[in-house]
T-cell receptor, first 110, second 116 residues
Framework: AQRVTQPEKLLSVFKGAPVELKCNYS??????LFWYVQYSRQRLQLLLR??SRESIKGFTADLNKGETSFHLKKPFAQEEDSAMYYC????????????FGAGTRLAVHP | NAGVTQTPKFQVLKTGQSMTLQCAQD?????MSWYRQDPGMGLRLIHY???????DQGEVPNGYNVSRSTTEDFPLRLLSAAPSQTSVYFC???????????????FGPGTRLTVT
């Protein structure tokens, strides 16, 4: 079955601390992985995608096919990073569908 | 551009009532979709459309109908509301329906629906 698991509902850190939001997926084909973010009172928006190998707002994520993981990392958290983060998977061979994890709320304290 | 717009923002229905959630986009996107979000769960795909006149079911389609008569609009109809349909509904659109560089979904602000 196709599934995305985000094991942490809440991740609470202090400003300046490293952050790692975990994402594991279950999929037998060749997926594309994404991180979406929802800031308070804003709509859900794309943060980054694995095929771009980009760093957005200091966040990076590496696709590890052996461990079927796509963890989101940032070396030094900022208060403005506080938001809800969703990991999503797009299956291969099909139309533009996304399978979402349940989300992790990141709270960065001063 | 207004992007993806949804109306209403909030709605309370009684069991058995019907209603339509509106979704529109002004980006000339060919792909549109509806998701629902329940507490402790990720967004789940209800229905999607790959162009005007073409729709298909997602993961949780029961109790919902859709149609796509224009590129811009993709309404979601609840035929006979049930308490299990209490949720937050998101509409999304993207330029391309295939994976690739334009594979970004743009989301609306959501509609919070309560069925009593």
């Amino acid at each position: 079955a196709q599934r995305v698991t985000q094991p942490e509902k809440l991740l609470s850190v202090f400003k300046g601390a490293p952050v790692e939001l975990k994402c594991n997926y279950s999929y037998s084909g060749s997926p594309e992985l994404f991180w979406y973010v929802q800031y308070s009172r804003q709509r859900l928006q794309l943060l980054l995608r694995h095929i771009s190998r980009e760093s957005i707002k200091g966040f990076t994520a590496d696709l590890n096919k052996g461990e079927t993981s796509f963890h989101l990392k940032k070396p030094f958290a900022q208060e403005e990073d506080s938001a809800m983060y969703y990991c999503a998977l797009s299956p291969s061979g099909g139309y533009n569908k996304l399978i979402f994890g349940a989300g992790t709320r990141l709270a960065v304290h001063p | 551009n207004a992007g993806v717009t949804q109306t209403p923002k909030f709605q309370v229905l009684k069991t058995g009532q019907s209603m339509t959630l509106q979704c529109a986009q002004d980006m000339n996107h060919e792909y549109m979709s509806w998701y629902r979000q329940d507490p402790g769960m990720g967004l789940r795909l209800i229905h999607y459309s790959v162009g005007a006149g073409i729709t298909d079911q997602g993961e949780v389609p029961n109790g919902y109908n859709v149609s796509r008569s224009t590129t811009e609009d993709f309404p979601l109809r609840l035929l006979s509301a049930a308490p299990s349909q209490t949720s937050v509904y998101f509409c999304a659109s993207s330029y391309s329906m295939y994976r690739g560089p334009n594979y970004e979904q743009y989301f609306g602000p959501g509609t919070r629906l309560t069925v009593t």
